[in-house]
């Protein structure tokens, strides 16, 4: 039972590979892998409160790791619902497209689990490397190929920054002279105020600033998300930013609590560049998933927040906004992936009269952006409220004033795709058609994101627990 829900994956993903031999399998692939995903869903919740190790103890199952693999199965289950359809996906590709999905999250639920240095390198390249396949898989519209130069651009960023976390690996192996964290951390800990393990902490950092997208291991992020299909966009900018989250936690940890003052200092750096960056960048942007991208950057810099604080608090308000991230990021996207008619890029203006054309798209859009924005009562709200309580507590003034001052820049463009959904009249764009299962993915967003915002502290405190329990 403590490797059900990856267990599970892995048989289907050998099913998947025997659909892809076959023609005309598309559809059998797609219920097949929204099965997967909702029992995967249901095994990770009945193994919540499980602990054991397996692997030598290299892989390490407790409420920390089962948190995050349920919201990472949760995530694909509304992902593959509302983009079922698939559109921007060729019919003979399809098979082979929800087999990468379903690797790439077991990878990512694998990860979480990771306690070993080289399972979790495997456990990063399995997640990473199916996302890159998946990139390029999109149909040609217009003859661009836009979807290649994401690709190129995506896997030659995530090979460099996955060097740099190996050297950082290697440096931490050399100190130390293992690669159990249960072992590392102790020593670490005598040695954390030495240069050379600073150095070792901030490169093997690397490879998750890349997965979360934070300053300035961003670059890819843009144009990946402007290249990729909607669903992949959609799949690839909120699941792995969960892995992320639970690995820089994790990292965080061998630093902590004494002699991080170096790596506290870089992750203030960081946060403030990605925060500014990410904010003033998206607001010149056209493009709803382009501008999506650069709005993830800033969200970064703000999980960042938590984590620089080195304490179990900080951690759980780390975990709580990255989860309320995923919620408010799948609203948005699952809006771009219907009134998207055949799978192109969506514009803001694209989204004009959209209150008309289709009622509960624009308010799901009104939600998500509002979260985004940070504005009450929703869980953008709360979580930023308390990463920046959390920060001031530690004595962070100046990087709250940031903060905040970078919340009121990104309210202006979140609210002017707002303003152009509900304030613009649709002139000649048709109305968007939205079946059943939408409704009701729309319904649950919008109730999860507002009930994390209005009742955060049974989550925080589950949250606590969790972080306690690696500690």
């Known amino acids: 039972m403590l490797f059900a829900p990856e267990l599970l994956l892995l048989i289907g993903s050998l099913v998947l590979f025997c659909l892809c031999l076959g023609k005309g399998n598309g559809k059998l692939a797609k219920n097949l892998t929204l ?66 999905m379903v690797l790439s999250t077991i990878g990512l639920m694998m990860l979480v689990s990771s306690v070993e240095l080289l399972t979790l390198f495997i456990a990063l390249e399995l997640s990473s ?83 979360l997208a934070v300053f300035p291991f961003h670059f890819w992020v843009p144009d990946v998300y402007q290249g990729a299909s909607n669903v992949t966009t959609a799949f690839i900018a909120s699941i792995p930013k969960l892995g992320a989250v639970a690995l820089l936690i994790r990292i965080t940890t061998l630093v902590a ?17 990605s925060m500014f960056y990410g904010n003033l960048s998206a607001l010149v942007q056209t493009d709803v998933k382009r501008m999506l991208g650069f709005s993830g950057i800033s969200h970064a810099g703000f999980v960042l927040l938590g984590l620089l604080t080195l304490k179990d608090t900080g951690y759980a308000t780390s975990m709580y906004y990255i989860a309320g991230y995923l919620f408010m990021n799948l609203a948005c996207f699952l809006v771009i992936c219907k009134v998207s008619r055949n799978g192109e890029n969506v514009t803001i203006e694209d989204l004009s009269g959209l209150y008309k054309r289709a009622p509960l798209l624009a308010f799901t859009l009104l939600v998500g952006m509002m979260a985004l924005a940070g504005i009450p009562p929703f869980v953008g709200f709360m979580g930023k409220f308390m990463l920046l309580t959390g920060a001031l507590r530690d004595g962070h003034l100046p990087l709250v004033i940031l903060a905040a001052l970078n919340t009121a820049i990104a309210i202006y463009y979140y609210l002017s795709v707002v303003r152009v959904a509900f304030c613009s009249a649709p002139e000649e764009r048709p109305d968007v058609p939205v079946d059943m299962l939408t409704r009701l993915v729309s319904i649950s967003l919008i109730a999860v994101i507002i009930a994390m915002g209005v009742a955060p502290r049974q989550i925080l405190d589950i949250a606590t627990i969790a972080v306690k329990s690696i500690l």
């Open 129 to 211: 490397y199916s996302l890159y396949l998946m990139v390029p898989m999109r149909d040609d519209h217009g003859g661009l190929r836009i979807q290649m130069e994401a690709a190129i651009k995506y896997i030659l960023f995530g090979a460099v920054a996955t060097g740099i976390m190996l050297y950082g690996m290697s440096f931490i192996y050399g100190l130390t002279g293992t690669t159990y964290f249960v072992e590392l951390i102790p020593k670490l800990h005598t040695l954390a105020s030495t240069p050379t393990a600073m150095l070792a902490i901030a490169l093997f950092m690397s490879g998750f600033f890349y997965k």
């Open 257 to 273: 609590p004494v002699g991080g003052e170096a790596v506290v200092t870089m992750l203030m750096i960081l946060a403030v560049c």
């Open 35 to 100: 099965g997967l995903a909702i029992a995967a869903s249901l095994l990770s919740l009945a193994t919540l409160n499980m602990k054991g190790s397996m692997f030598y103890d290299a892989y390490h199952v407790d409420l920390f790791s089962q948190l995050f693999k349920l919201g990472i199965s949760v995530g694909f289950v509304a992902v593959l619902m509302f983009g079922s359809e698939l559109k921007g996906i060729d019919d003979r590709m399809r098979p082979e497209y929800f087999l990468f």
